[in-house]
């Protein structure tokens, strides 16, 4: 006799943000259930007549009141049979990179709190979303080396040194400033504007802005960005 599968499939969504230097990523606590203590990432289950992309922006959207217009696929989390104690659910992870200071989050739905949280700050989550996370880090760790990423989480006309602190941020560790921009600048991918910052300190700096076209060939015709570290 052939066992009826009875799997649940669901959708995670581990969105980053950036603030003050540091990286964040955002977090719900739920209203329901046997995590109902925990902060867990937003998501929840795939509806029977959506596609499962459609299904995280919606989760997402209802939870924290955030709108995303490219998520990219993360992993697919399911070897442990147990990862959740009401069903066996199958999990879709994606992962997005925001700037954080365009969005007014709000709990809605089963979501009972939303926060922002800095990733060195990331409280005991529900289910196994902690180890959701740490992949999601270790991916965006990686795709520094072969894709210029980051510029989603910056506002559209930015420092330099926000770049470069982004980067330390991100890899956990002090780049050689002086060769990042050098070569970032070779790229063309970054563009200087004729606008300064208007924080008052110091010697007033330039504003930089980021070459969309310019990326994207470059992603085309394959891209290897070496980080030394100071």
Not at 80 to 106: E, G, M, P, Q, W
Request: hydrophobic share 40%.
């Amino acid at each position: 006799m052939k066992e009826l599968q009875n799997i649940r499939v669901a959708v995670d969504a581990i969105v980053f943000g950036y603030q003050n230097g540091k990286l964040f990523v955002l977090l719900i606590q739920q209203k329901f259930g046997t995590t109902e203590n925990y902060w867990a990432l937003p998501g929840g289950l795939v509806q029977n007549k959506e596609s499962i992309i459609d299904a995280v922006k919606r989760e997402l959207k209802e939870e924290t009141n955030v709108k995303v217009n490219y998520l990219e696929q993360l992993y697919t989390f399911g070897d442990n049979v147990n990862r959740d104690s009401r069903n066996r659910v199958i999990s879709v992870a994606y992962f997005a990179l925001v700037d954080s200071t365009k969005f007014d989050i709000k709990a809605d739905t089963d979501a009972d709190k939303v926060q922002w949280f800095a990733i060195t700050d990331i409280p005991k989550l529900a289910f196994d979303h902690n180890m959701i996370v740490k992949k999601a880090i270790e991916r965006l760790k990686a795709k520094l080396s072969y894709q210029p990423i980051g510029f989603d989480l910056l506002p559209q006309k930015f420092l330099f040194s926000d770049l470069e602190n982004l980067y330390c941020s991100i890899l956990e560790k002090e780049i050689d400033r002086r060769n990042f921009r050098k070569k970032l600048m070779s790229f063309g991918v970054i563009e200087e504007t004729s606008e300064f910052s208007s924080v008052k300190t110091g010697r007033p700096a330039k504003l930089f802005q980021f070459n969309h076209q310019k990326y994207n060939a470059l992603v085309k015709e394959g891209f290897h960005f070496e980080i030394k570290f100071a």
